[in-house]
């Protein structure tokens, strides 16, 4: 099995910062793209940030310049600096990787638990 955790979640106020972190975990052969996903009051899951294993990223228009997503292959974990946050990024985030679990095996999907976020004005 693949076990993802997230920590770092909190109440802050607008314009702080927080750190979201994610480790997997489990039976791992490798991980391709990581990635932070957030679901606000109300909304549908949306993609804030992806991270290859290569490095490249992918960001949500409205985090650009405000979220950095970094990820550390050797230890199978991913972050999400948080800067400059608003009431509106406000929701839980969670942390999604494909992992690999054999050599021949395919690429499935996995999820953490999720973390709550929340940004007082």
């Known amino acids: 099995q693949v076990q993802l955790v997230e920590s770092g979640g909190g109440l802050v106020q607008a314009g702080e910062s927080l750190r979201l972190s994610c480790a997997a975990s489990g039976s791992i052969f490798s991980i391709n793209d990581m990635a932070w996903y957030r679901q606000g009051p109300g909304k549908a899951r949306e993609l804030v940030a992806s991270i290859s294993s290569d490095g490249n990223t992918v960001y949500e228009d409205s985090v650009k310049g405000q979220f950095t997503i970094s990820r550390d292959n050797a230890k199978n974990t991913v972050s999400l600096q948080m800067n400059s946050l608003k009431p509106e990024d406000t929701a839980v985030y969670y942390c999604?990787?494909?992992?690999?679990?054999?050599?021949?095996?395919?690429?499935?999907?996995?999820w953490g638990q999720g973390t709550q976020v929340t940004v007082s004005s």
């Open positions: 999604n990787a494909n992992v690999k679990r054999y050599l021949w095996g395919a690429f499935l999907s996995y």
